[in-house]
């Protein structure tokens, strides 16, 4: 009796970045143009020494993310994209710069998509560690509350997310940087791969001699290398590109 082995499939790793989301309604507040770059007041509310320190910086910060929506926002054709590739059983790992937790909800499991700047979606209370939803705390600042406490410990929280200021987690980068070397494609999506960790993640794909693709509205540092550059909109070109890929084309 031969058994025939079943073809590996390719390990695709898909990098994301806030070009994926803008189609949700989330704007690029952190990219190299994004309003944190442009207005240094507005960047003191996603900085993390002026964040604890200000209680005024924090009520301006809660009223922005409630004024933002981005806890509420919905997934586009662009995330649903790739759910589909995950649910046809290709190996796939997301790496996201984006905190909007929108992959996840979209449908992929949270232990296949790596969060490099963290979650939006929760808060963490820098007294206890104690985690909760941001849904719960922006009803809270809803009902009247300007600067919500930890209800264990009263100390101040913070959504879960990587402020300017606080270095990546090196578990997440180091699982992240694990599956670039290890992918045989390497999908750029929505991220001007010009800021680390992004442009380092690339590197470590090609040299590991992955096939790259970029998808993004703007010129990126590595087009040059790229098997292929789609300059289309993320939410209308991803899907075609899923199905190239689940048709084989990639590998
Ligand atoms: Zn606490």
């Keep these: 009796m031969s058994a025939t082995p079943a073809a590996r499939r390719p390990l695709i790793a898909a990098l994301t970045g806030a070009g994926i989301s803008t189609d949700s309604g989330i704007p690029d507040y952190r990219g190299p143009n994004g309003l944190w770059r442009r207005e240094p007041d507005a960047e003191k509310l996603v900085t993390y020494r002026y ?139 929505g991220s001007t791969l010009q800021v680390h960790p992004a442009a380092g993640l690339v590197d470590i794909a090609v040299a590991a001699g992955a096939r790259l693709i970029v998808v993004n509205a703007t010129e990126t540092p590595y087009d040059h290398v790229a098997e292929e550059v789609i300059r289309e909109p993320i939410s209308a070109s991803l899907p075609g590109l899923v199905r190239r890929i689940l048709a084989g084309e990639f590998g």
């Design 51 to 189: 964040y604890v320190a200000d209680e005024e910086i924090r009520r301006r910060a809660w009223v922005m993310r409630r004024d933002v929506g981005a806890a509420f926002a919905e997934p586009n054709p662009g995330h649903r994209a790739l759910v589909e590739l995950e649910r046809a059983g290709v190996p796939l790992r997301v790496l996201t710069q984006n905190v909007d937790g929108l992959h996840q909800k979209a449908g992929l499991p949270d232990r296949k998509v790596f969060e490099l700047h963290g979650t939006a979606q929760q808060v963490v209370c820098l007294g206890c560690g104690e985690r909760g939803t941001m849904a719960a705390v922006l009803e809270r600042v809803a009902a009247g509350e300007g600067d919500p406490p930890c209800r264990e410990c009263g100390a101040v929280l913070k959504p879960a997310t990587v402020m300017f200021g606080e270095l990546l987690d090196p578990v997440v980068l180091d699982k992240a940087q694990a599956v670039a070397a290890a992918c045989q494609v390497f999908l750029a999506i």
